[in-house]
């Protein structure tokens, strides 16, 4: 006969207590944290109009398609399931039927595919290419990165002026660019675009990183050239302090990631962002020292937008080889993250290269009687 003094009994009570002290717990936490069962629901049918005229954006190459199947399936999985927003695709050189197969087949959203002029992916006049390619052999030498790569000079001039006047993008008023090999680390339950428009928001990021300073040595001069002879073009309350914390003196090589952003393309298309990248593209260091799009599009953005039209993306989980941004707290539940906000090897906010994203909220607020973009 069992009785209390019996150890198998008082193992199976302490066993059915644990148990039911566990499931409470459960309970409890989930009900906490408001936790549903996850469902797929749908907001916007293919070819329905959309309240954005948007897309996502990917310049590849056609042996890219294998990654890119990686980075829509996280896309679609994540967000564009429920949205059905277009992708549109731009190569220098026409997309094979392989790579159009291999990607139409990943969303029900509309595809389009289009080449990229020749005009936009070569050198202009003013360029001296031989000057060019002793440049490219010394920063080689140096083991800059990418200091070798001809191609990349051409891709970064590409997205920092040329990619929002293909033909196709004409139709859109907002993007998202898209890379390949990238992952989405959490669910996007609410349409960005959306949040961004309603809101006047120009310019939306996720990463904020330092710059390789030996790739743009004369950038910052020549921003500061730019500066002085185009002062009616800057904003009195802009977000320059971000990337300049000596009263335009120095580049302290802040930079959102470009690789994830979301941007209204009104901000590429006006007179102030157009006048400066026609003023860097003839300063020459596109070609002869390596600028990238990254600090372009960051700076520009600084000097023209005020900071509340420029928005953190703090809830979305991302990750491009190298470095991830994990939301944390209840955010990181809700939205079935799978990445770890602690891990000092991959999350940007816990290593010393993120300490430009934390440095985004240490940006002193526009007045409120004079925000162009509104704050909730």
């Known amino acids: 006969m069992l009785t209390m003094r019996s150890p198998i009994l008082r193992y199976v009570l302490l066993a059915f207590a644990i148990?039911?002290?566990?499931?409470?717990?459960?309970?409890?936490?989930?009900?906490?944290?408001?936790?549903?069962?996850y469902e797929r629901a749908v907001s916007y049918q293919p070819g329905d109009p959309k309240p954005v005229k948007a897309c996502f954006v990917v310049l590849a190459r056609n042996r890219d398609w294998f990654s890119l199947r990686q980075s829509m399936k996280h896309m679609e999985d994540r967000f564009n399931h429920r949205y059905n927003y277009?992708?549109?695709?731009?190569?220098d050189e026409p997309f094979t039927d392989e790579f159009k197969n291999m990607t139409q087949s990943m969303t029900k959203a509309e595809v389009l595919f289009g080449q990229i002029p020749q005009e936009h992916w070569s050198y202009p006049d003013w360029i001296d290419q031989e000057k060019a390619r002793e440049e490219r052999?010394?920063?080689?030498?140096?083991?800059?990165?990418?200091?070798?790569?001809?191609?990349y000079r051409?891709?970064?001039?590409?997205?920092?002026?040329?990619?929002?006047?293909?033909?196709?993008?004409?139709?859109?008023?907002?993007?998202?660019?898209?890379?390949?090999?990238?992952?989405y680390l959490c669910d996007i339950n609410y349409d960005p675009f959306l949040y961004m428009k309603q809101r006047n928001i120009k310019y939306g990021w996720t990463i904020g990183i330092y710059e390789l300073?030996?790739?743009v040595p004369t950038l910052w001069k020549s921003v500061r050239k730019f500066m002085e002879t185009h002062r009616e073009l800057i904003p009195e309350h802009n977000s320059l302090w971000w990337v300049?914390?000596?009263?335009g003196t120095t580049y302290n090589g802040c930079h959102f990631w470009s690789n994830f952003e979301i941007a209204d393309l009104s901000f590429y298309r006006g007179e102030a962002y157009s006048k400066f990248f026609d003023f860097l593209d003839h300063e020459g260091g596109f070609f002869y020292e390596r600028w990238g799009d990254a600090p372009v599009h960051?700076?520009?953005?600084?000097?023209?937008?005020?900071?509340?039209?420029?928005?953190?993306?703090?809830?979305?989980?991302?990750?491009?080889?190298?470095?991830?941004?994990?939301?944390?707290?209840?955010?990181?539940?809700?939205?079935?993250?799978?990445c770890d906000a602690s891990d000092k090897d991959k999350t940007i906010t816990n290593a010393g290269w993120g300490k430009c994203s934390h440095e985004w909220k240490l940006l002193p607020d526009t007045p409120e009687h004079l925000r162009k973009a509104r704050v909730d």
């Open 154 to 183: 051409h891709m970064c001039r590409f997205e920092s002026g040329f990619f929002y006047q293909h033909p196709i993008m004409q139709q859109f008023e907002m993007y998202w660019r898209l890379e390949p090999g990238i992952q």
């Open 19 to 37: 148990v039911t002290l566990y499931g409470l717990f459960q309970h409890s936490y989930q009900d906490k944290l408001n936790l549903k069962p």
């Open 86 to 91: 277009p992708y549109v695709f731009l190569n």
């Open 244 to 247: 300049s914390r000596d009263n």
């Open 298 to 338: 960051s700076i520009a953005a600084a000097m023209f937008l005020q900071k509340e039209e420029v928005h953190w993306f703090e809830d979305i989980g991302y990750l491009h080889p190298g470095w991830q941004h994990c939301p944390s707290g209840d955010a990181w539940l809700k939205n079935r993250c799978t």
């Open 213 to 215: 300073m030996n790739t």
């Open 137 to 151: 052999k010394k920063m080689q030498d140096n083991k800059v990165m990418y200091g070798g790569n001809e191609s």
